[in-house]
């Protein structure tokens, strides 16, 4: 039988408002990247990084646990002038947390 995947636990925030810059900066550059840049790039970004920022500032470290809060909050979110939907943000912004943690996104190791 498979073991399960191991939880994975973000260090305690430093400055969340720092991180949650260089959240939305990244999550704008993968936008902007991974299809066409759109105005409305900016605005997912930014959305995303505020939620993220409140979690982490109400003590909020678990990765699992922080992808469910912007999958649930950024539903709220008008999608209608853009490529993504609240899934592919709480991926990619779950990808960007994993890469600067240097653990690799295939096996989490």
Do not use: H
Not at 28 to 33: A, S
Not at 54 to 60: D, F, I, P, S, T
Not at 94 to 106: A, E, K, P, T, V
């Amino acid at each position: 039988m498979a073991e399960p995947i191991q939880a994975i636990t973000l260090p305690p925030p430093q400055d969340p408002i720092q991180e949650g810059e260089w959240l939305r900066s990244s999550l704008e550059r993968w936008l902007n990247e991974e299809f066409l840049p759109e105005p409305v790039n900016e605005q997912i970004a930014k959305r995303a990084a505020q939620i993220f920022v409140r979690q982490r500032m109400e003590g909020e470290n678990d990765l699992g646990s922080l992808v469910i809060a912007i999958v649930t909050e950024m539903q709220a979110f008008d999608f209608s002038k853009s490529f993504y939907g609240e899934f592919a943000i709480a991926n990619a912004v779950s990808d960007l947390l994993l890469d600067s943690l240097g653990i690799d996104r295939c096996c989490g190791q």
